[in-house]
């Protein structure tokens, strides 16, 4: 049953409860809505009280203007109010960014898992362009809605030119273009990539990074590095996964560790 947390703006912030046992919020990650976490959710929910949750300006959650981090930090905050005061945290891609970041900003966060948080550190692209986030916030002002979501596939995730046109008329694309405009939120969580080295460093929250062991090896690279910049983390690689998420592989590795 659809539930909502007031954040910190009054923003109201949707989400699902299910199961019985520990808390575990999910943030997902850029163009997502709770639906893709909500397998997980399932797989998960016979040994923890999960909530899965909208991020603001998707799904059934609200939006208030001006965006910053520190609002989706709030609205975090205001989901572990809900889970009774401390959480356990799953992250998922940008949402994993976002993740480290509220545990950095010192939420109650009592472990937090990270699946695949998208950073640079091998040099293998450039890092993203400073002039990203205008761009998209002009293509959404136009109402150029699928020229900001193939931008966003094309320059931040690097998908080929030739298999964004092939998804065009897929089933799923006009729900990526109802979303577009929190693409420039996932941006600005994410910045140019660069790896928070520093912020990284004072966490110590105990946390988990998973990665497929079939993802690129700029993701698999930077799962090795965020591992190792924090106090106390530890790495797991999925046998034949990749970037998207196996709901039975995925909750093998988070009841182990959030049973630890």
């Known amino acids: 049953m659809m539930r909502t947390a007031t954040s910190a703006d009054g ?23 709770r639906t893709t976490t909500a ?45 009774g005061g401390s ?4 992250g998922y891609s ?10 950095a900003y010192g939420l109650a966060i009592s472990k937090l898992a990270l699946y695949e948080p998208p950073f640079l550190v091998d040099g293998s692209r450039p890092p993203l362009s400073a002039e990203l986030p205008e761009r998209l916030a002009e293509l959404i002002s136009a109402g150029r809605r699928g020229d900001a979501v193939e931008l966003y596939q094309t320059k931040v995730i690097g ?32 910045g140019d990539l660069t790896l928070p080295t520093e912020l990284i460093a004072s966490i110590a929250t105990p946390t988990l990074v998973i ?4 993802s690129p090896p700029m993701i698999r690279n930077a799962a090795r590095a965020v591992a190792e910049a924090l106090p106390d983390g530890r790495r797991s690689t999925l046998a034949d996964q990749t970037h998207d998420i196996s709901p039975d592989a995925t909750a093998a590795v988070l009841e182990d560790f959030l049973s630890s």
């Not at 959480?87 to 799953?90: H, R």
């Open 159 to 190: 998908m080929p030119e030739d298999v964004v046109a092939q998804m065009r008329h897929a089933p799923f694309r006009p729900g990526l273009e109802a979303i577009a405009h929190t693409l420039i939120y996932d941006l600005t969580i994410i």
């Open 39 to 83: 397998p997980l959710a399932a797989a998960l929910k016979e040994r923890f009280t999960i909530f899965n949750y909208d991020r603001r300006g998707r799904g059934d959650s609200g939006d208030t203007a001006p965006y910053a981090v520190e609002r989706e930090i709030e609205d975090l905050d205001a989901l572990i109010a809900e889970a």
């Open 211 to 214: 990665e497929g062991e079939k």
């Open 11 to 33: 923003t109201a912030i949707a989400f699902d409860q299910l199961g019985a046992g520990p808390p575990l919020i999910m943030v997902v990650g850029a163009f997502n809505t």
């Open 87 to 90: 959480s356990a945290v799953f």
């Open 94 to 103: 940008s949402g994993a960014t976002l993740a480290l970041k509220a545990a």
